[in-house]
């Protein structure tokens, strides 16, 4: 099993560029979410997707938007990137949606820079 | 105010030594309450999780919830290097987990 990818490790990007960060899991989870990580300040959750078909904002969507392709794949696109969107950012994927859940697995993160 | 707050460290301690970290949160609606440990450069790992008020061991590691106070804590006996790392705090409801800013400790040789 590889668990949860991620591609690519890592990107430059100019302000104004866009991109889609992939991530894919092969556990059969339901959930999957995206999380940014900054110096100092923890993991924050973009979106993250309950199952498939749904998806949901988290603490910090604005710039962002997410496909859930399918069960296994769940996409972040930034259109317009600016300096602020410069982090690292980590997939994670759950076994269970909704109120049991706890254990979430992550994957090796993306490291994105924009200048 | 965070729901969640953490010891913000970093913590450096000599190997052997008693490790506590701490964290505090406000929503009684947390159900689990984990601990990660991140490597530099790479992913959260789970470490360790509990579910109700009370100790869980698990080697080295101790941890403690006390849901009346809204405080958890991981302990970690006999530190060794390669216990380095960030550890961070998470809290879960309705499936969403909420994470601590993360405390970076150092177990020196």
């Known amino acids: 099993n590889a668990g949860v990818t991620q591609t690519p490790k890592f990107q430059v990007l100019k302000t104004g560029q866009s991109m889609t960060l992939q991530c894919a899991q092969d556990m059969n989870h339901n959930s999957m979410y995206w999380y940014r990580q900054d110096p100092g300040m923890g993991l924050r959750l973009i979106y993250y997707s309950a199952s498939e078909g749904t998806t949901d904002k988290g603490e910090v969507p604005n710039g962002y938007n997410v496909s859930r392709l399918n069960k296994r794949e769940f996409s972040l696109r930034l259109e317009s990137a600016a300096p602020s969107q ?25 490291r994105l820079t924009v200048t | 105010q965070k729901e969640v707050e953490q010891d913000p460290g970093p913590l450096s301690v000599p190997e052997g030594a008693i490790v506590s970290l701490n964290c505090t949160y406000s929503n009684s609606a947390f159900q689990y309450f984990m601990w990660y440990r991140q490597y530099s450069r790479k ?3 789970l470490l360790m999780y509990t579910y109700s008020s009370g100790n869980k061991e698990d080697g080295r590691f101790t941890a403690q919830v006390d849901k009346s106070s809204k405080y958890i804590s991981l302990f970690i006996r006999d530190s060794q290097p390669s216990d380095s790392a960030t550890y961070l705090c998470a809290m ?18």
Do not use: M
């Open chain 2, 43 to 45: 992913g959260p790992e």
């Open chain 1, 86 to 110: 410069t982090s690292v950012y980590f997939c994670a994927s759950s076994d269970v949606g909704g109120i049991q859940s706890y254990e979430q697995y992550f994957g090796p993160g993306t």
């Open chain 2, 92 to 109: 879960t409801w309705a499936g969403k987990s909420t994470f601590g800013d993360g405390t970076t400790l150092t177990v020196k040789p």
